[in-house]
């Protein structure tokens, strides 16, 4: 019995009805298509096809994640380490407020007052920690209140 090779043609195809959708990262979209069982070499041209027809650009994806991510709520620290298993090591995250969005994110899910005892004020520390804010924007969030 034999099986059929997937062509490169329909490895275009797949790559750019995901690129049609939204953005992916080449690690993202190389991935995806060894899932669909396409061929490695198959899959290196044509990503690099798409990046020289700018179809595919890791700067675009990244910036697209970023803003993504920073309107989801998500700190500084999440959204670096989601960007590195997508394959993208260099990005710039100065031109974001992640002191005043770890204020707003408290003060949506809990009010704005500043609670008066340490296992309220753990809790809410604890969830800032999990969308990925630093100890210092977090210690910032109760300041500002």
């Given at each position: 019995?034999?099986?059929?090779?997937?062509?490169?043609?329909?490895?275009?195809s797949?790559?750019?009805?995901?690129?049609?959708?939204?953005?992916?990262?080449t690690?993202?979209?190389?991935?995806?298509l060894?899932?669909k069982?396409?061929?490695?070499?198959?899959?290196?041209?044509?990503?690099?096809?798409?990046?020289?027809?700018?179809?595919?650009?890791?700067?675009?994806?990244?910036?697209?994640?970023?803003?993504?991510?920073?309107?989801?709520?998500?700190?500084?620290?999440?959204i670096r380490?989601?960007?590195?298993?997508r394959?993208?090591?260099?990005?710039?995250?100065?031109?974001f407020?992640?002191?005043?969005?770890?204020?707003?994110?408290?003060?949506?899910?809990?009010?704005q007052?500043?609670?008066?005892?340490?296992?309220?004020?753990?809790?809410?520390?604890?969830?800032?920690?999990?969308?990925?804010?630093?100890?210092?924007?977090?210690?910032?969030?109760?300041k500002?209140?």
């Amino acid at each position: 019995m034999t099986t059929l090779r997937k062509s490169r043609e329909e490895c275009y195809s797949g790559a750019m009805r995901m690129l049609v959708r939204r953005e992916h990262s080449t690690l993202e979209l190389s991935h995806k298509l060894k899932n669909k069982d396409f061929d490695q070499d198959d899959i290196d041209s044509v990503i690099a096809s798409l990046i020289q027809k700018d179809y595919q650009s890791n700067e675009r994806f990244t910036t697209e994640f970023i803003q993504m991510r920073f309107n989801q709520g998500k700190g500084p620290i999440k959204i670096r380490l989601d960007l590195k298993q997508r394959g993208i090591d260099k990005f710039d995250l100065s031109g974001f407020d992640f002191y005043a969005l770890a204020y707003k994110i408290r003060e949506r899910k809990f009010g704005q007052s500043v609670p008066s005892d340490f296992k309220e004020k753990a809790k809410q520390q604890r969830f800032l920690q999990s969308r990925g804010f630093s100890f210092e924007h977090i210690n910032q969030s109760f300041k500002n209140a």
